[in-house]
Protein backbone atom coordinates (compact mmCIF):
# COMPACT_ATOMS: atom_id res chain seq x y z
CA UNK A 1 0.00 0.00 0.00
CA UNK A 2 1.23 3.56 -1.28
CA UNK A 3 1.52 6.30 1.26
CA UNK A 4 -1.15 8.22 -0.84
CA UNK A 5 -3.58 5.40 -0.43
CA UNK A 6 -2.85 4.85 2.85
CA UNK A 7 -3.68 8.39 3.81
CA UNK A 8 -6.62 7.63 1.76
CA UNK A 9 -7.30 5.66 4.00
CA UNK A 10 -7.14 7.42 7.11
CA UNK A 11 -8.89 10.10 5.60
CA UNK A 12 -12.76 7.71 5.03
CA UNK A 13 -11.74 5.75 8.48
CA UNK A 14 -11.62 9.18 10.42
CA UNK A 15 -14.98 10.24 8.47
CA UNK A 16 -16.72 7.02 8.98
CA UNK A 17 -15.30 7.28 12.84
CA UNK A 18 -16.45 11.24 13.10
CA UNK A 19 -19.81 10.63 11.40
CA UNK A 20 -23.46 10.32 12.77
CA UNK A 21 -24.08 6.42 13.74
CA UNK A 22 -27.79 6.73 12.73
CA UNK A 23 -26.68 8.36 9.67
CA UNK A 24 -24.47 5.78 8.77
CA UNK A 25 -26.59 3.29 9.46
CA UNK A 26 -29.46 4.66 6.91
CA UNK A 27 -26.66 4.79 4.15
CA UNK A 28 -25.62 1.20 4.62
CA UNK A 29 -25.38 -0.65 1.76
CA UNK A 30 -27.03 -4.14 2.29
CA UNK A 31 -24.91 -6.24 4.24
CA UNK A 32 -21.91 -8.50 2.47
CA UNK A 33 -21.29 -11.84 4.09
CA UNK A 34 -18.73 -11.51 6.33
CA UNK A 35 -16.57 -13.25 9.12
CA UNK A 36 -15.65 -11.07 12.18
CA UNK A 37 -12.44 -11.19 13.02
CA UNK A 38 -12.61 -9.24 16.39
CA UNK A 39 -16.39 -8.49 17.43
CA UNK A 40 -17.29 -5.44 18.46
CA UNK A 41 -15.54 -4.62 21.94
CA UNK A 42 -15.47 -1.15 24.06
CA UNK A 43 -12.69 0.24 25.58
CA UNK A 44 -10.75 3.31 26.15
CA UNK A 45 -7.80 4.95 24.84
CA UNK A 46 -5.60 8.12 26.37
CA UNK A 47 -6.08 11.43 24.54
CA UNK A 48 -3.00 13.51 24.40
CA UNK A 49 -2.57 17.15 23.86
CA UNK A 50 -0.03 19.53 23.10
CA UNK A 51 -0.04 23.70 24.65
CA UNK A 52 -0.37 25.66 22.08
CA UNK A 53 -0.19 22.76 19.71
CA UNK A 54 3.69 23.15 19.42
CA UNK A 55 4.67 22.33 23.15
CA UNK A 56 5.17 18.72 24.90
CA UNK A 57 2.94 16.27 24.88
CA UNK A 58 0.86 15.45 27.56
CA UNK A 59 -2.25 12.79 28.64
CA UNK A 60 -5.79 14.77 28.65
CA UNK A 61 -7.48 12.09 30.11
CA UNK A 62 -9.24 8.71 28.87
CA UNK A 63 -12.20 8.03 26.28
CA UNK A 64 -14.40 5.78 25.80
CA UNK A 65 -13.61 4.07 22.13
CA UNK A 66 -15.54 0.52 20.37
CA UNK A 67 -13.55 -1.42 17.79
CA UNK A 68 -14.12 -3.96 15.92
CA UNK A 69 -12.72 -6.13 12.54
CA UNK A 70 -14.18 -8.25 10.07
CA UNK A 71 -13.15 -9.92 6.96
CA UNK A 72 -15.54 -9.95 3.50
CA UNK A 73 -15.64 -13.21 1.65
CA UNK A 74 -13.25 -11.93 -0.41
CA UNK A 75 -10.54 -11.72 2.06
CA UNK A 76 -10.66 -8.45 2.60
CA UNK A 77 -10.06 -7.38 6.19
CA UNK A 78 -11.98 -3.92 7.49
CA UNK A 79 -11.49 -2.19 10.72
CA UNK A 80 -13.54 0.24 12.30
CA UNK A 81 -12.78 2.33 15.52
CA UNK A 82 -15.39 4.75 16.63
CA UNK A 83 -15.70 7.39 19.70
CA UNK A 84 -18.24 5.72 22.49
CA UNK A 85 -19.86 2.94 22.94
CA UNK A 86 -21.66 2.03 19.60
CA UNK A 87 -21.48 -1.59 18.58
CA UNK A 88 -23.21 -1.43 15.32
CA UNK A 89 -21.25 2.07 14.39
CA UNK A 90 -17.97 0.16 14.93
CA UNK A 91 -19.28 -2.82 13.04
CA UNK A 92 -20.71 -0.77 10.44
CA UNK A 93 -17.27 1.74 9.87
CA UNK A 94 -15.11 -1.75 9.77
CA UNK A 95 -17.83 -3.08 6.83
CA UNK A 96 -17.39 0.20 5.04
CA UNK A 97 -13.71 0.47 5.44
CA UNK A 98 -13.51 -3.13 3.76
CA UNK A 99 -15.52 -2.36 0.95
CA UNK A 100 -14.05 0.63 0.25
CA UNK A 101 -10.94 -1.38 -0.38
CA UNK A 102 -12.70 -3.39 -2.95
CA UNK A 103 -14.05 -2.72 -6.24
CA UNK A 104 -16.96 -1.40 -5.44
CA UNK A 105 -15.13 1.89 -3.82
CA UNK A 106 -16.33 4.29 -6.18
CA UNK A 107 -20.04 3.50 -5.99
CA UNK A 108 -19.24 3.59 -1.81
CA UNK A 109 -17.45 7.04 -2.19
CA UNK A 110 -20.89 8.40 -3.99
CA UNK A 111 -23.30 6.62 -2.14
CA UNK A 112 -22.00 6.76 1.57
CA UNK A 113 -18.86 8.99 1.73
CA UNK A 114 -20.15 11.67 -0.10
CA UNK A 115 -23.13 12.59 1.95
CA UNK A 116 -21.10 11.69 5.08
CA UNK A 117 -18.69 14.12 4.19
CA UNK A 118 -21.56 17.07 3.48
CA UNK A 119 -23.02 16.15 6.83
CA UNK A 120 -19.85 16.68 8.82
CA UNK A 121 -19.06 20.16 6.53
CA UNK A 122 -22.35 21.18 7.54
CA UNK A 123 -21.85 20.49 11.59
CA UNK A 124 -18.73 21.95 11.13
CA UNK A 125 -19.98 25.23 9.59
CA UNK A 126 -22.56 25.05 12.52
CA UNK A 127 -20.31 25.45 15.19
CA UNK A 128 -18.18 28.06 13.51
CA UNK A 129 -21.25 30.05 13.42
CA UNK A 130 -22.03 29.66 16.69
CA UNK A 131 -18.81 30.23 18.30
CA UNK A 132 -18.17 33.44 15.76
CA UNK A 133 -21.38 34.73 17.54
CA UNK A 134 -19.80 34.94 20.54
CA UNK A 135 -16.41 36.55 19.23
CA UNK A 136 -15.81 40.14 21.41
CA UNK A 137 -13.83 42.51 19.54
CA UNK A 138 -11.70 44.62 21.45
CA UNK A 139 -9.61 47.87 21.11
CA UNK A 140 -8.04 50.22 22.47
CA UNK A 141 -8.50 54.04 22.63
CA UNK A 142 -5.45 56.01 22.52
CA UNK A 143 -5.60 59.34 24.96
CA UNK A 144 -5.04 62.54 23.15
CA UNK A 145 -1.94 63.26 25.43
Known sequence: ????????RAAWMGLLARSQPSELA???????????IRAPEIGTTMIRGRAG???AAFNLG???????????????????YVQGRD????????LIDALMQGPEAGALRAAVL????????????ARAGEAAATKVEFFTMVRGE
Open 1 to 8: MTDEQKAE
Open 26 to 36: RLMPALPPHDT
Open 53 to 55: ATG
Open 62 to 80: EMTVTRCAVRLASGVEGHG
Open 87 to 94: KDHARNAA
Open 114 to 125: APLQASATARAR
